[in-house]
């Protein structure tokens, strides 16, 4: 192999698993992390945080050579200088090389800032901790051990300097005082590319108190440079695993093989079917070495059993188990049939069931289900949110990562199976905040009537108790009848809330084949279609958006299509939310890669916060918003749809037959 630096990128990459950079320098193993960085970058807003930063050191320098050995020149030159602040300064000692967001120089004095779109609350958070073997909170290594490696290798190129490390993180308890921060510092991309516009009318001063604030952080890095790191189960002094990894990589070789339960989320994994001699999988390579045969789709392995405990996986491993269709059922869990729910454990039996060719149908326990949904109040209400948590406010009076609701879709079903989507609301005028107004209208869609409140998973409970608390900080006019509303769908101490978490039902009470456990509803709903023919038959004719089934986007339209027997995936019908063709490509690399957990990208709405924020530009073009606007109630209501769906294919109620 090509020799290679070790950069703070790839030492973090090298914590994970040090045999990920022999995959990291070669071009041809496909990596999921960039795409994932990428879209997070948009969605969460580092970009801006990072000019932001450097609005705040006005007169500082940007090292913009094209090739590293110039940048690394300039620096140098630079540094030579009594006082100044450099952006990206480019610094090599021996095979280390970093990359340092903010450095500023007074005389001997060297000032590194680490800047992070990441939330502190001074009031709240530590970054320590006395609890377990290690000193620092798990949430605060990666951005510690990030600043640490840079603070390690500019104080050995330097060492007549003495070196204060920083992180820049943006501070919680902080209300903006400017309206439309966000939206003055816009993002566009080209490709991969992003960069971020300043405003004219920008003045980085106007923010009172600042909103970035700049937390020394020297004790924690030395503690950290005094405490052993933990890799692939071995201990080993921080500086001697830098040596190594560093002179692993200068040399050109290659890192052993470590098989264990950092395999289950490794970047390097490209699907069989996918696999190239130009897009090759690091993890099968890697499973290849261990277990001596080609390896089977992950989801297909011990590493794609459901939630499973590292401790497990690790004793999996250890025992040599690794296809699933080779896994004994007693190897996950003992066999124990006594539950009115779906236990983890069997969730996992299931899975090995399957694999085994055991499991042909849904496992649906309907009279546990039966009594969870006895008392459910008709009609019944589906809503789904569209929301963004900002880093930086588009909002006066908001603080960093505030909660914004910008859209609700609702669909009613009746007890005699009649269903239409009702009402929807969608605020994205810019500068104008949306949350309440949007409450507004969703109290206005529910008021009609005491029906149950149906939603999946738990951000729709999440997003309106964090609506109530900003309603009670900002003082508004009709809070008192809002939070009530608010309450009696949440529910109190005493009384009982209008919503029901459906997810959660289904992840409790029911298992599809062909989902690998998850109850996520991108994987429930294809199963559900596959497996329900009362379903298929009701959506498969063009009556959505007729009389029969009334829709407010949608006209004479099917939402079950097939080809060579295998069905759509409905949200594949829709157009494209997002214009931009490396984006797209990148949303459904996401939405594969993540498997449909929660956890991913397109599960927590991330296409549709990159529309929002493009929806806050005032110049952006009318027929462009139009377009945006269109399909973001498109996707919504297939939200709502989706749910609706799920529920009938468990009860078969309004699709003219059961399941």
Excluded at 39 to 58: I, N
Excluded at 518 to 534: E, W
Excluded at 582 to 593: G, I, K, M, P, S
Excluded at 611 to 620: E, F, G, K, N, S
Aim: overall charge negative.
């Amino acid at each position: 192999m090509v020799p290679t630096t070790l950069t703070k990128s790839r030492f973090t990459v090298a914590m994970e698993c040090p045999r990920k950079l022999d995959y990291a320098r070669d071009s041809r193993y496909f990596d999921a992390r960039e795409n994932d960085e990428f879209l997070a970058s948009l969605a969460e807003g580092g970009h801006q945080v990072g000019e932001l930063a450097r609005q705040m050191f006005p007169g500082g320098i940007m090292v913009s050579d094209k090739s590293v050995p110039d940048q690394i020149k300039t620096t140098a030159e630079l540094l030579s200088l009594p006082e100044v602040v450099i952006f990206e300064a480019t610094i090599q000692y021996e095979n280390l090389l970093i990359r340092v967001d903010v450095l500023e120089k007074k005389d001997n004095q060297i000032h590194l800032f680490e800047v992070k779109a990441k939330g502190f609350d001074p009031k709240e958070d530590d970054f320590r901790t006395e609890r377990g073997s290690h000193p620092v909170l798990a949430e605060w290594r990666p951005y510690l051990y990030d600043v640490t490696f840079q603070t390690y290798v500019l104080r050995l190129a330097y060492p007549e300097f003495a070196v204060t490390p920083h992180l820049m993180l943006l501070d919680k308890s902080v209300a903006v005082n400017v309206d439309g921060l966000n939206s003055m510092l816009p993002i566009e991309t080209d490709g991969r590319q992003v960069t971020v516009t300043v405003d004219p009318a920008f003045d980085v001063h106007k923010i009172d108190p600042p909103v970035l604030r700049s937390i020394p952080v020297s004790t924690e890095v030395q503690v950290l440079l005094d405490h052993t790191l933990e890799v692939n189960g071995s201990q080993t002094p921080f500086s001697g695993f830098v040596d190594r990894a560093s002179g692993i990589l200068g040399a050109g070789s290659s890192f052993p093989v470590h098989i264990g339960s950092q395999c289950k989320r490794c970047s390097f994994y490209v699907d069989p079917v996918e696999a190239t001699p130009d897009r090759k999988s690091g993890w099968a390579e890697c499973m290849q070495t261990r277990f001596r045969s080609t390896p089977p789709r992950r989801s297909e392995t011990v590493f794609g059993l459901y939630k499973v405990r590292p401790e497990v996986l690790t004793r999996l491993l250890e025992d040599g188990s690794f296809a699933l269709a080779t896994l004994s059922e007693d190897a996950v869990a003992p066999v124990d049939t006594a539950h009115d729910e779906i236990p983890l454990a069997h969730r996992q039996l299931f899975q090995v069931a399957e694999a085994h060719g055991e499991i042909e149908a849904p496992i649906i326990m309907k009279e546990s289900l039966n009594r969870a949904i006895a008392d459910w109040q008709w009609p019944l209400h589906f809503i789904d949110f569209e929301t963004s948590r900002p880093a930086l406010p588009y909002h006066r009076g908001r603080t960093p990562y505030d909660q914004i609701l910008f859209q609700f879709s609702h669909h009613v079903l009746t007890a005699e199976g009649k269903l239409e989507h009702r009402t929807q609301c969608l605020q994205t005028a810019p500068g104008v905040a949306p949350s309440v107004r949007v409450l507004r209208a969703l109290r206005d869609a529910l008021s009609g009537d005491t029906g149950t409140v149906i939603h999946w998973w738990t951000h729709e409970k999440t997003v309106l108790e964090d609506i109530q608390h900003q309603m009670d900080a900002d003082g508004i006019s009709d809070r008192v009848p809002l939070s009530a509303f608010i309450d009696s769908l949440v529910g109190t101490k005493t009384l009982h809330g209008r919503l029901v978490d459906l997810g959660k039902l289904v992840s409790k009470f029911g298992y599809y084949p062909g989902t690998g456990g998850s109850s996520s509803i991108k994987k429930v709903l294809p199963a559900a279609l596959r497996y329900s023919t009362g379903l298929r038959s009701r959506y498969s004719a063009p009556v959505y958006g007729t009389a029969e089934l009334p829709s407010l986007n949608f006209r004479n339209w099917a939402w079950v299509r097939e080809v060579d027997g295998a069905i759509h995936n409905p949200y594949t019908l829709l157009n494209p939310l997002l214009t931009s063709q490396e984006l797209r490509a990148a949303v459904a690399l996401a939405e594969l890669e993540n498997n449909g957990e929660a956890d991913g990208f397109v599960s927590n709405g991330g296409a549709a916060i990159i529309a929002y924020d493009q929806l806050q530009r005032r110049t952006l073009l009318a027929a462009e918003r139009t377009r945006i606007e269109t399909e973001l109630t498109r996707y919504c209501e297939l939200d709502t749809l989706a749910m609706v769906m799920v529920y009938q294919a468990l009860t078969g109620l309004g699709l003219g037959t059961h399941t």
